[in-house]
């Protein structure tokens, strides 16, 4: 399996813009289809976004979509999520996942997570 690790977190007004890196380790990172999850307190983890192994194809929860853009890197074994316009709907953890399956946002076809980091929009 990778090991998955997320920077850059914090606390944003709201419209402004965060983003989010996750460093993966391995050499088999271009394998892997890769997903930003989020969750908020008291409720359940939701997707976000998801990229395919090579990058060409993303897919997003209508909730982010025009907002938010994922990308990756696989010579730097790094997926990323460009986070605009947030909103304080947006305050939650976010997960970068790892599934060997192609592009999708359920959670359980996501083997490998990340410890998460937490993004507070303030009004």
């Known amino acids: 399996q990778v090991q998955l690790e997320e920077s850059g977190g914090g606390l944003v007004q709201a419209g402004g813009s965060l983003r989010l890196t996750c460093a993966a380790s391995g050499r088999t990172f271009s394998m892997y289809t890769m997903g930003w999850f989020r969750q908020a307190p008291g409720k359940e983890r939701e997707f976000v976004a998801a990229i395919n192994r090579s990058g060409g194809s993303t897919f997003y929860a209508d909730s982010v979509k025009g907002r938010f853009t994922i990308s990756r890197d696989n010579a730097k074994n790094t997926v990323y999520l460009q986070k605009n316009s947030l909103e304080p709907k947006d305050t939650a953890v976010y997960y970068c996942?790892?599934?060997?399956?192609?592009?999708?946002?359920?959670?359980?076809?996501?083997?490998?997570w990340g410890q998460g980091t937490q993004v507070t929009v303030s009004s």
């Open positions: 996942a790892a599934s060997i399956l192609g592009v999708t946002d359920t959670v359980h076809a996501y083997s490998s």
